[in-house]
Protein backbone atom coordinates (compact mmCIF):
# COMPACT_ATOMS: atom_id res chain seq x y z
CA UNK A 1 0.00 0.00 0.00
CA UNK A 2 1.24 3.16 -1.01
CA UNK A 3 1.50 6.43 1.59
CA UNK A 4 -1.48 8.40 2.34
CA UNK A 5 -2.04 11.65 0.79
CA UNK A 6 -4.80 14.33 0.67
CA UNK A 7 -5.06 16.05 -2.27
CA UNK A 8 -7.24 19.20 -2.94
CA UNK A 9 -8.70 20.65 -6.21
CA UNK A 10 -11.26 23.37 -7.65
CA UNK A 11 -12.63 23.66 -10.97
CA UNK A 12 -15.75 25.23 -12.13
CA UNK A 13 -18.96 23.64 -13.47
CA UNK A 14 -19.22 23.52 -16.76
CA UNK A 15 -22.88 23.10 -16.87
CA UNK A 16 -25.81 25.28 -16.29
CA UNK A 17 -26.91 25.33 -12.53
CA UNK A 18 -30.60 24.06 -11.67
CA UNK A 19 -32.91 26.64 -9.74
CA UNK A 20 -30.44 27.05 -6.32
CA UNK A 21 -34.07 26.99 -4.44
CA UNK A 22 -35.37 23.55 -5.88
CA UNK A 23 -32.29 21.97 -3.41
CA UNK A 24 -29.30 19.95 -4.53
CA UNK A 25 -28.44 20.25 -8.11
CA UNK A 26 -29.23 17.36 -10.57
CA UNK A 27 -25.75 17.22 -11.83
CA UNK A 28 -23.87 17.49 -8.45
CA UNK A 29 -26.40 14.65 -7.31
CA UNK A 30 -25.58 12.65 -10.26
CA UNK A 31 -21.59 13.07 -9.60
CA UNK A 32 -22.26 12.32 -6.02
CA UNK A 33 -24.04 9.49 -6.23
CA UNK A 34 -21.14 8.08 -8.86
CA UNK A 35 -18.24 8.96 -6.01
CA UNK A 36 -19.59 6.81 -3.29
CA UNK A 37 -20.09 3.98 -5.78
CA UNK A 38 -16.41 3.84 -7.13
CA UNK A 39 -14.79 5.32 -3.91
CA UNK A 40 -15.58 3.06 -1.52
CA UNK A 41 -14.42 -0.19 -3.59
CA UNK A 42 -11.05 2.33 -3.50
CA UNK A 43 -10.98 3.44 0.05
CA UNK A 44 -10.90 6.84 -1.27
CA UNK A 45 -12.76 9.25 1.13
CA UNK A 46 -13.29 12.96 0.70
CA UNK A 47 -15.44 15.78 0.83
CA UNK A 48 -17.15 17.79 -2.52
CA UNK A 49 -18.48 21.00 -1.82
CA UNK A 50 -20.30 23.06 -4.67
CA UNK A 51 -20.35 26.60 -4.51
CA UNK A 52 -20.90 29.84 -6.31
CA UNK A 53 -20.28 27.41 -9.82
CA UNK A 54 -17.35 26.01 -8.15
CA UNK A 55 -16.35 22.69 -7.04
CA UNK A 56 -14.01 22.27 -4.36
CA UNK A 57 -12.96 18.87 -3.40
CA UNK A 58 -10.59 16.75 -1.48
CA UNK A 59 -9.84 13.18 -1.87
CA UNK A 60 -8.01 10.71 1.03
CA UNK A 61 -6.47 7.66 0.36
CA UNK A 62 -3.24 5.59 -1.05
CA UNK A 63 -1.18 7.70 -3.33
CA UNK A 64 -1.42 4.94 -6.24
CA UNK A 65 -5.02 4.95 -6.26
CA UNK A 66 -5.50 9.07 -5.62
CA UNK A 67 -3.62 10.27 -8.45
CA UNK A 68 -5.53 7.76 -11.14
CA UNK A 69 -8.81 9.34 -9.44
CA UNK A 70 -7.65 12.73 -9.54
CA UNK A 71 -6.71 12.17 -13.10
CA UNK A 72 -9.97 10.54 -14.42
CA UNK A 73 -11.67 13.26 -12.47
CA UNK A 74 -10.03 16.13 -14.13
CA UNK A 75 -11.14 14.93 -17.91
CA UNK A 76 -14.44 14.76 -16.87
CA UNK A 77 -16.35 17.02 -19.17
CA UNK A 78 -18.89 18.50 -16.64
CA UNK A 79 -16.05 20.89 -15.18
CA UNK A 80 -13.23 22.77 -16.13
CA UNK A 81 -10.02 24.68 -15.14
CA UNK A 82 -9.15 21.99 -12.91
CA UNK A 83 -6.46 22.71 -10.46
CA UNK A 84 -4.60 20.76 -7.91
CA UNK A 85 -4.26 23.17 -5.41
CA UNK A 86 -2.73 21.28 -2.33
CA UNK A 87 -0.91 17.79 -2.57
CA UNK A 88 0.21 16.30 0.89
CA UNK A 89 1.36 13.16 2.43
CA UNK A 90 -0.56 12.75 5.74
CA UNK A 91 -0.38 10.71 8.69
CA UNK A 92 -4.12 10.20 9.52
CA UNK A 93 -7.44 10.28 7.33
CA UNK A 94 -9.57 13.45 7.94
CA UNK A 95 -12.77 12.02 5.79
CA UNK A 96 -12.38 8.26 7.85
CA UNK A 97 -15.92 6.66 7.23
CA UNK A 98 -16.62 8.52 4.07
CA UNK A 99 -16.62 7.55 0.29
CA UNK A 100 -17.79 11.22 -0.45
CA UNK A 101 -18.83 13.52 2.07
CA UNK A 102 -21.86 16.16 0.89
CA UNK A 103 -21.84 19.90 2.77
CA UNK A 104 -23.68 23.12 2.20
CA UNK A 105 -22.33 24.97 4.53
CA UNK A 106 -23.20 28.88 3.31
CA UNK A 107 -23.47 30.13 6.65
CA UNK A 108 -19.90 29.02 8.01
CA UNK A 109 -18.08 28.92 5.08
CA UNK A 110 -18.79 32.78 4.48
CA UNK A 111 -17.78 33.45 7.91
CA UNK A 112 -14.25 31.66 6.88
CA UNK A 113 -13.87 33.68 3.80
CA UNK A 114 -14.71 36.88 5.79
CA UNK A 115 -11.99 36.17 8.48
CA UNK A 116 -9.62 35.60 5.01
CA UNK A 117 -11.00 39.31 3.73
CA UNK A 118 -12.62 37.37 0.68
CA UNK A 119 -15.83 38.41 -0.93
CA UNK A 120 -17.27 35.23 -2.56
CA UNK A 121 -16.01 31.73 -2.92
CA UNK A 122 -13.42 31.71 -5.24
CA UNK A 123 -10.92 28.67 -4.40
CA UNK A 124 -8.71 29.66 -6.67
CA UNK A 125 -7.37 32.50 -4.29
CA UNK A 126 -7.22 30.29 -1.68
CA UNK A 127 -3.81 30.05 -0.13
CA UNK A 128 -2.33 26.97 2.10
CA UNK A 129 -4.27 28.10 5.21
CA UNK A 130 -7.42 28.68 3.84
CA UNK A 131 -7.33 25.62 2.05
CA UNK A 132 -6.66 23.44 5.36
CA UNK A 133 -9.17 25.82 7.53
CA UNK A 134 -12.13 24.82 4.75
CA UNK A 135 -10.82 21.14 4.67
CA UNK A 136 -11.16 21.00 8.64
CA UNK A 137 -14.60 22.68 8.36
CA UNK A 138 -15.97 20.11 6.16
CA UNK A 139 -14.60 17.27 8.05
CA UNK A 140 -15.79 18.60 10.85
CA UNK A 141 -19.08 19.75 9.35
CA UNK A 142 -22.60 17.78 9.58
CA UNK A 143 -23.27 16.58 6.09
CA UNK A 144 -26.40 17.02 3.88
CA UNK A 145 -27.18 13.34 3.56
CA UNK A 146 -25.92 10.01 5.37
CA UNK A 147 -26.60 6.53 3.96
CA UNK A 148 -25.02 3.34 4.14
CA UNK A 149 -21.18 5.03 4.09
CA UNK A 150 -22.08 7.33 6.43
CA UNK A 151 -19.13 8.19 9.26
CA UNK A 152 -20.44 6.28 12.33
CA UNK A 153 -19.65 8.33 14.38
CA UNK A 154 -22.64 10.84 12.98
CA UNK A 155 -25.78 8.21 12.75
CA UNK A 156 -28.06 9.88 10.59
CA UNK A 157 -31.04 11.19 11.27
CA UNK A 158 -34.35 9.86 9.45
CA UNK A 159 -34.72 12.69 7.09
CA UNK A 160 -31.10 12.17 5.53
CA UNK A 161 -31.50 8.93 4.52
CA UNK A 162 -34.87 9.85 3.13
CA UNK A 163 -32.91 12.71 1.12
CA UNK A 164 -30.12 9.62 -0.07
CA UNK A 165 -32.84 7.21 -0.93
CA UNK A 166 -34.56 9.95 -2.78
CA UNK A 167 -31.85 10.89 -4.76
CA UNK A 168 -30.76 6.97 -5.44
CA UNK A 169 -34.56 6.24 -6.57
CA UNK A 170 -33.76 9.27 -9.27
CA UNK A 171 -30.31 9.20 -10.19
CA UNK A 172 -28.33 5.68 -8.90
C1 LIG B 1 -16.57 17.61 -9.67
C2 LIG B 1 -16.48 16.15 -9.92
C3 LIG B 1 -16.07 15.29 -8.89
C4 LIG B 1 -15.98 13.92 -9.10
N1 LIG B 1 -15.57 13.11 -8.09
C5 LIG B 1 -15.47 11.78 -8.29
C6 LIG B 1 -15.02 10.92 -7.27
O1 LIG B 1 -14.69 11.32 -6.15
N2 LIG B 1 -14.98 9.59 -7.54
C7 LIG B 1 -15.35 9.06 -8.76
O2 LIG B 1 -15.28 7.85 -8.94
N3 LIG B 1 -15.77 9.86 -9.74
C8 LIG B 1 -15.84 11.21 -9.55
N4 LIG B 1 -16.28 12.01 -10.55
C9 LIG B 1 -16.72 11.36 -11.81
C10 LIG B 1 -15.55 10.93 -12.68
O3 LIG B 1 -15.09 12.06 -13.40
C11 LIG B 1 -15.99 9.84 -13.67
O4 LIG B 1 -17.12 10.25 -14.36
C12 LIG B 1 -16.31 8.55 -12.93
O5 LIG B 1 -15.24 8.17 -12.09
C13 LIG B 1 -16.59 7.43 -13.92
O6 LIG B 1 -17.06 6.35 -13.18
P1 LIG B 1 -17.89 5.15 -13.84
O7 LIG B 1 -16.93 4.53 -14.83
O8 LIG B 1 -18.22 4.26 -12.69
O9 LIG B 1 -19.11 5.75 -14.48
C14 LIG B 1 -16.33 13.39 -10.38
C15 LIG B 1 -16.72 14.24 -11.40
C16 LIG B 1 -16.79 15.62 -11.19
C17 LIG B 1 -17.23 16.51 -12.31
Known amino acids: ?12 ASFEPADAAAGIDPTVARILLQSR ?12 YYGNGCFFQCLEGPR ?8 EIRQDP ?4 FRILRKQAVDARLFSGW ?3 FVALESN ?17 FDDAIIDELTRLFAAARPIDAGADADPARPATRR ?3 LLGWLRKLFG
Open 1 to 12: MSELIRLVYASR
Open 37 to 48: RNNSQLKIGGVL
Open 64 to 71: DLVEPLAD
Open 78 to 81: RHRD
Open 99 to 101: SMK
Open 109 to 125: VDELLRRFELDEFDPYL
Open 160 to 162: ESG
